[in-house]
């Protein structure tokens, strides 16, 4: 896989405390795809907790936007973006509240798998682009490695079907569909955008990444169910309170997780990743 390369040392900060491999290559690919420029009105459409958002305000002068469905999901990012999010605002991506042309940049990371009609989506978000305005899309890949979620990756040959629910649910939490890029990039066309570069990302990666992160992490970095000495090491919105202590377990959890990252650096044969990443363009 080759390096992205964007926001140097800043964004890499930011990424110090990131458990989830995948994750951290989805930033760097965000973030190079939609290339922030001083002055640009950006929607994060999906925004969820707002770690995307976040990474905008501190690397770029833009105009952030930010929508979810979740009331929860969006207070938690207004609050982590520190006032830069000009427009916080609850709904959904088949109805945005938004004038025709209204965005520079869309962004929609890990949202269309979630939706019933994911082409009635894009069509939505093709409608509030400006002429020329760029949509980066993220989507999990359907072949992912056995690593990453090994209790879906047993269960989709022997039962024929996935988990998609519960902490055991992993690569298919509340999913409708995973992507091939092939598929994805047929779903985009049919929306009339114009695809000007696509990748795969993350080969290697953490065993029972998406269970341990999403499954069990998420809940107890929200409610605060672990002692801050422990949570600071993989909070993925303030990396600026790790202290990577030796004692710390949470630490040389984090240094194994960047060992296994090395194996995702350079040129790549494997045929499993994790995520497919594209930038496309209105016309």
């Not at 896989?1 to 760097?28: C, H, S, Y």
């Not at 939609?34 to 305000?57: K, N, Q, T, V, W």
């Not at 899309?137 to 629910?165: A, K």
Request: net charge neutral.
């Amino acid at each position: 896989m080759r390096p992205i390369k964007v926001g140097g040392q800043r964004l890499e900060a930011l990424l110090t405390n990131e458990a989830d491999l995948a994750f951290r290559w989805r930033v760097r690919a965000i973030l190079a795809y939609l290339d922030p420029r001083p002055g640009d009105e950006i929607l994060d459409c999906g925004c969820g907790l707002g770690f995307y958002l976040m990474a905008l305000s501190r690397l770029a002068s833009c105009r952030l936007y930010g929508l979810d469905h979740d009331l929860q999901s969006l207070l938690f990012a207004q609050r982590q973006v520190r006032g830069a999010l000009v427009g916080p605002c609850l709904g959904d991506v088949y109805h945005l509240p938004y004038a025709d042309g209204r965005f520079d940049k869309v962004l929609l990371s890990e949202v269309l798998e979630h939706l019933d009609d994911d082409e009635a989506g894009l069509r939505e978000v093709w409608r509030v682009l400006r002429p020329g305005g760029m949509l980066v899309v993220t989507v999990p890949h359907c072949d992912y490695p056995f690593l990453y979620d090994p209790v879906n990756w047993v269960c989709e040959r022997l039962l024929r079907r996935p988990i998609r629910s519960g902490p055991l649910a992993g690569a298919w939490m509340d999913h409708r569909r995973l992507y091939r890029q092939a598929d994805l990039a047929e779903l985009l066309c049919q929306a009339n955008f114009v695809i000007t570069e696509s990748r795969t990302l993350t080969s290697c990666c953490f065993p029972f990444t998406h269970n341990v992160v999403y499954g069990i992490g998420k809940g107890l970095l929200q409610g605060s169910k672990l002692p801050h000495l422990l949570l600071d090491e993989v909070d993925r919105f303030h990396p600026e309170a790790s202290r990577r202590e030796p004692w710390n377990p949470m630490t040389w959890f984090i240094r194994a997780v960047d060992w296994i990252d090395q194996f995702n650096l350079g040129e790549s044969s494997r045929s499993r990743f994790v995520n497919i990443a594209v930038k496309a363009r209105k016309p």
